[in-house]
């Protein structure tokens, strides 16, 4: 739905260069709500206005729902009217909600149908059914100044969907709110990406906000896409970032002659009950030390550090069991002093050796 093909943004002022957006190649299927996280300064507002052609891109392309915006932009009065015609179609949330304060919520919303030259009855027709959608029919003649933090950012999105876009672009949509005013917006906006079959493209420096409503993540840093992938490829990807920073697992040994491994639950292997097979196949007792679990779609995903009593090379066999459900195993650590670099690779059990 949306694809970035080498795209760069080379800041120029006051004789100094800043290159904000380093070659990036996005790909956000459509329908999918898709979460771009980095740093201060790594790039994400830039490439999110470079999507929507706020920003002209230095090189390479954007393309949205099938259209080459970069080729549309600044080429003659055709291709501008063509341009504007395509950003409709792309709606854009921001932190802080950008509501004109001396007009209504109503009002608010009607703006760009009004820019789009629609009729004023129209307007009213499609700003009143963009209220109700976001739960605000009550606050019609209300004025910005009068709402709280989350009602401003219902009006915020119900001005995005005026133009029936088909991609939502959201800029630090909650990062002005509480989390539970922040946990009924994300709510919001995956009820809108279910219901309108929107794809939506956010940007967020909040981990939660990934793992409440994302489908996909990018890991942006120095103005380049990192890491890429669905939840589950980014879980099933060993010494993923993202994936560490979305499921971390703490807990240290309990003693000496312990085991301690990272199991990743991800794709069909986390249907099964492994943990309890395991300790009744083995009839040994398992520790959780820690866990970032969550259950997506009937399944688990997420990380689980356990615990084996006695040391590495008496558990070699259960953490192939593990391996032959289909689980990632990782050796976290081991108790004792023996190199446990040397011991796995002679069981062919490295650290970022596959499943
Ligand atoms: N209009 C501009 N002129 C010059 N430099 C800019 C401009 N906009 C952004 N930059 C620079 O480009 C880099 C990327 O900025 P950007 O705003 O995209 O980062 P960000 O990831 O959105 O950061 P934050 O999390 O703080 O919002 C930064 O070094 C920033 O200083
Ligand atoms: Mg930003």
Do not use: W
Not at 82 to 111: C, P, Y
Not at 248 to 265: A, C, I, N
Not at 297 to 326: C, T
């Amino acid at each position: 739905m949306i694809t970035t093909t080498d795209l760069t943004k080379v800041y120029r002022s006051r004789g100094r260069e800043v290159t904000a957006l380093d070659g990036v190649d996005l790909h956000v299927r459509e329908g999918e709500v898709y979460g771009v996280v980095g740093r201060s300064g790594a790039g994400k507002s830039t490439l999110i206005r470079c999507v929507n052609l706020l920003e002209r891109p230095s090189s390479g392309t954007v393309t949205v729902a099938g259209q080459d915006l970069t080729a549309l932009a600044g080429r003659g009065q055709r291709a501008n009217a063509a341009l504007r015609q395509a950003r409709s179609r792309i709606g854009m949330v921001f932190q802080h909600f950008n509501l004109l304060s001396s007009r209504t919520v109503r009002d608010n919303i009607e703006l760009p149908l009004e820019i789009l030259g629609v009729s004023g009855k129209e307007r009213t027709r499609k700003a009143l059914e963009l209220l109700d959608l976001v739960g605000l029919s009550a606050q019609a003649k209300a004025y910005p100044a009068q709402l709280s933090g989350g009602q401003k950012q219902r009006v915020g999105i119900a001005r995005a969907l005026a133009g029936d876009p088909k991609v939502l672009l959201s800029d630090e949509a909650t990062s002005a709110l509480d989390p539970e005013t922040t946990r009924s917006i994300l709510q919001l906006l995956r009820d809108l990406n279910r219901q309108l079959g929107l794809t939506v493209l956010l940007i967020t420096h909040e981990m939660d906000v990934v793992k409440t409503i994302c489908d996909s993540a990018a890991l942006m840093k120095g103005g380049r896409v990192v890491e890429s992938g669905t939840v589950s490829e980014l879980l099933a990807t060993p010494g993923s970032e993202l994936a560490a920073e979305l499921f971390p697992v703490g807990g240290e040994p309990s003693g000496p002659d312990r085991t301690v491994v990272d199991v990743t639950f991800h794709g069909e292997a986390a249907t099964q009950p492994v943990i309890s097979q395991l300790s009744r196949t083995y009839n040994i007792d398992i520790s959780i030390l820690g866990a970032a679990m969550d259950t997506v779609a009937g399944k688990q995903v997420g990380r689980m550090r356990i615990e084996l009593p006695g040391r590495f090379e008496e558990n070699v066999v259960p953490i192939g069991f593990l391996r032959e459900q289909g689980l990632q195993v990782e050796v976290a650590a081991v108790a004792d002093a023996v190199d446990s670099d040397g011991l796995q690779e002679a069981a062919g059990l490295a650290k970022d050796g596959a499943q």
